[in-house]
T-cell receptor, first 111, second 114 residues
Framework: LAKTTQPISMDSYEGQEVNITCSHNNIATNDYITWYQQFPSQGPRFIIQGYKTKVTNEVASLFIPADRKSSTLSLPRVSLSDTAVYYCLKRTYSSASKIIFGSGTRLSIRP | EAQVTQNPRYLITVTGKKLTVTCSQNMNHEYMSWYRQDPGLGLRQIYYSMNVEVTDKGDVPEGYKVSRKEKRNFPLILESPSPNQTSLYFC?????????????FGSGTQLSVL
């Protein structure tokens, strides 16, 4: 199972929109993309999941282009509390099995 | 409240003394798994279970055992802990129904092996 690839770290400021891109060149037809957020010493928390095009919830948006080889997590108007590590995972429908987390993106939000 | 409960939250032990970290979920999830998290190495899967009596190795299974006798429980067993197993451990569960599948994580167990 290949990992996804994300930037190691990103910085932004309160009130800005933050976009974190994930690369998954070997994505298969049955794979979908899920993003998690992790604060220090806490378990990761589900943010959003998608298969293609755009998905939006109360927390974030997820953009997946037609070739599905990458995806972008968009956090609108970030605040200091969005400082965390964000993980992009590639999972397979109806085949929950071995899970490989990438290194994640450490997002730092400044005042 | 839907949750994954791990115990204990903190554990200090000595080399070779068998220990068990418990994990329980109240969401009737089929899938459960264990991870360890180390600085610079991220989250690595130790073992996973697709359902009762079905377990399989993750990326770093050496030195660990698991069992899944009941659907809600998935304990992690260290038969003879060593200092290199000092780490932050997380248990997680999820359904296996594809599009609605998301992992729910416990609060973590910080283990120190002296």
């Amino acid at each position: 199972l290949a990992k996804t690839t994300q930037p190691i770290s990103m910085d932004s400021y309160e009130g800005q929109e933050v976009n974190i891109t994930c690369s998954h060149n070997n994505i298969a037809t049955n794979d979908y993309i899920t993003w998690y957020q992790q604060f220090p010493s806490q378990g990761p928390r589900f943010i959003i999941q998608g298969y293609k095009t755009k998905v939006t919830n109360e927390v974030a948006s997820l953009f997946i282009p037609a070739d599905r080889k990458s995806s972008t997590l968009s956090l609108p108007r970030v605040s200091l509390s969005d400082t965390a590590v964000y993980y992009c995972l590639k999972r397979t429908y109806s085949s929950a099995s071995k899970i490989i987390f990438g290194s994640g993106t450490r997002l730092s939000i400044r005042p | 409240e839907a949750q994954v409960t791990q115990n204990p939250r903190y554990l200090i032990t000595v080399t070779g003394k068998k220990l068990t970290v418990t994990c329980s979920q109240n969401m009737n999830h089929e899938y459960m798994s264990w991870y360890r998290q180390d600085p610079g190495l991220g989250l690595r899967q130790i073992y996973y279970s697709m359902n009762v009596e079905v377990t399989d190795k993750g990326d770093v299974p050496e030195g660990y055992k698991v069992s899944r006798k009941e659907k809600r429980n998935f304990p992690l067993i260290l038969e003879s802990p060593s200092p290199n197993q000092t780490s932050l451990y997380f248990c997680a569960s999820s359904t296996t129904t594809g599009s609605n599948e998301k992992l729910f994580f416990g609060s973590g167990t910080q283990l120190s092996v002296l």
